[in-house]
């Protein structure tokens, strides 16, 4: 089967699809600071409007060749204004690279993030602006 996105791994008997190792991949990112949410763009909108269930929205998974373990994950994501994007990038990277490893056995070879666009959100480190309390407020 040409289509078929299942990869046996040297680690078991189990298979594995593209859609499996893009939710591990989605779930990692989305737990790094930072980061507002995945970017699913338009082609998954199209997908979905015509009934089609994409596999990971945001994240593309490809197996470096047919027959071995090696996998390159790209994340489309949203950042969350004021944070330094490289450093959202690198523990995006660092983060879905360990978790998809932990949690699957595979070589994961390269993670690709872009960055596409910049959301407002929460202030940096996930805190709100709060009102500046007075001397007698603590007293």
Known sequence: ???DSRQFSIKGERAMSQ???AQYAAEAALHTKGVSGLNTGIATSLK???GL???GRGVRVSFRTQDSDDVVITVYL???FGHVMP???WSVQ???KRDVERFTGLNVDAVNVHVMRVVEGLEPDGVQEEEQGTLEDYL
Do not use: H, L, N
């Open 94 to 96: 660092e983060r879905v």
């Open 87 to 89: 450093e959202v990038a």
């Open 1 to 3: 089967m040409e289509g």
């Open 53 to 55: 269930e994409p596999e």
């Open 19 to 21: 859609g499996f190792i």
């Open 48 to 50: 979905e409007a015509i």
């Open 78 to 80: 949203d950042a969350i």
